[in-house]
Nanobody
């Protein structure tokens, strides 16, 4: 079964850090551009961070820039989201997603992504 398996969510105080992981199960993530999304009631699904298949290009939402870092480890078939200086407004369910493309662009609608993880809860207390 082809799926993305997420882990690493939890409860942290404001200013704390978490690292989310997303591992491909049953397939290689190498040819996939990867992303982390979160869904806020009333705001829809927000793309938080993106990394190209090559790893050469990344993109961040303004709300997380300079606080979050996306990376990938090809040997572990895993993508990470390092989250620092967390704020209560970062509280959400975070989903990883994969889209098969080698292009270093990220202007895809979320409905175009091929695979989604099950989501992991991040809660930041004030």
């Amino acid at each position: 079964q082809l799926q993305l398996v997420e882990s690493g969510g939890g409860l942290v105080p404001a200013g704390g850090s978490l690292r989310l992981s997303c591992t491909g199960s049953g397939f290689s993530l190498d040819p996939y551009s990867m992303a982390w999304f979160r869904q806020t009631p009333g705001k829809g699904r927000e793309g938080v961070s993106f990394i190209s298949a090559s790893g050469a290009a990344t993109k961040y939402a303004d709300s997380v820039k300079d606080r979050f870092t996306i990376s990938r480890d090809y040997s572990k078939n895993t993508v990470y989201l390092e989250m620092n200086s967390l704020k209560p407004e970062d509280t959400n369910v975070y989903y990883c997603a994969a889209i098969r493309t080698v292009a270093d662009v990220f202007d895809f609608h979320f409905t175009e992504y091929d695979f989604w993880g099950q989501g992991t809860q991040v809660t930041v207390s004030s």
